[in-house]
């Protein structure tokens, strides 16, 4: 089956930074967008950031200039550098692997953003 596992979470002061990771696996065919979301005050998931296979990134206007999303494709890897973290950056951050339409969910990571 398919995996997607998350890592790099963690508690962080305000103005630090983390670095998540995603590695997905074991998918019968390549995997297309993946991306981060994070789950919202309304226990809604919104896109934080996605990349393309071939690169092109897109991210939510509240973390431009601060998160950088990065692949590695070889690895069917994905990163989230997060920098200038705020308080309220903090929640829960879900890594998505989409194969064609299909999304694919990883368990989550918590990110805490407090002093």
């Known amino acids: 089956q398919v995996r997607v596992v998350e890592s790099g979470g963690g508690l962080v002061q305000p103005g630090g930074s983390l670095r998540l990771s995603c590695r997905a696996s074991?998918?019968?065919?390549?995997?297309?967008?993946m991306g981060w979301y994070r789950r919202t005050p309304g226990n809604q998931r919104e896109l934080v950031s996605s990349?393309?296979?071939?690169?092109?990134?897109t991210y939510i206007d509240s973390v431009k200039g601060r998160f950088t999303i990065s692949r590695d494709n070889a690895k069917n890897t994905v990163y989230l550098q997060m920098n200038s973290l705020k308080p309220e950056d903090t929640t829960i951050y879900y890594c998505?692997?989409?194969?064609?339409?299909?999304?694919?969910w990883g368990q989550g990571t918590q990110v805490t953003v407090s002093s």
């Open positions: 998505t692997a989409y194969v064609y339409s299909q999304p694919y």
């Open positions: 074991g998918s019968r065919f390549s995997f297309g967008t």
């Open positions: 990349i393309t296979s071939g690169g092109s990134t």
